[in-house]
Nanobody, 126 residues
Framework: QVQLVESGGGSVEAGGSLTLSCATTGFTYATYCLGWFRQAPGKEREGVAALDSEGLTTYTDAVKGRFTISQDNVKNTIYLRMNSLQPEDTAMYYC????????????????????WGQGTQVTVSS
């Protein structure tokens, strides 16, 4: 059984940093795309960053240069390092895992991922 568990969310002031973690269990696919999504109140869930089994990373324009996605294969954990946080980054953040395929041009589409975590809240105050 695949499980994804996020942690590391919290409240920070604008300009601050946070690192989110997503511990995975049971996800043993050789080819995959792993993603971080976020959903603010009243808005659609949007893709933030993704990383695949080839080590390729991709980011939405709003976070390029500020966020970094990475993984630790030994710990089976995905990370999202978030720097220079702004109030507009406030959202529930979710990790997602998609087996069988590398990240493609549709990496921001929720249907690309078969497994989701429960989310961790990030709140950035001005």
């Amino acid at each position: 059984q695949v499980q994804l568990v996020e942690s590391g969310g919290g409240s920070v002031e604008a300009g601050g940093s946070l690192t989110l973690s997503c511990a995975t269990t049971g996800f043993t696919y050789a080819t995959y795309c792993l993603g971080w999504f976020r959903q603010a109140p009243g808005k659609e869930r949007e893709g933030v960053a993704a990383l695949d089994s080839e080590g390729l990373t991709t980011y939405t324009d709003a976070v390029k240069g500020r966020f970094t996605i990475s993984q630790d294969n030994v710990k089976n954990t995905i990370y999202l390092r978030m720097n220079s946080l702004q109030p507009e980054d406030t959202a529930m953040y979710y990790c997602a895992a998609g087996p069988y395929n590398y990240c493609s041009g549709s990496w921001t589409e929720k249907y690309e991922y078969g497994y989701w975590g429960q989310g961790t809240q990030v709140t950035v105050s001005s």
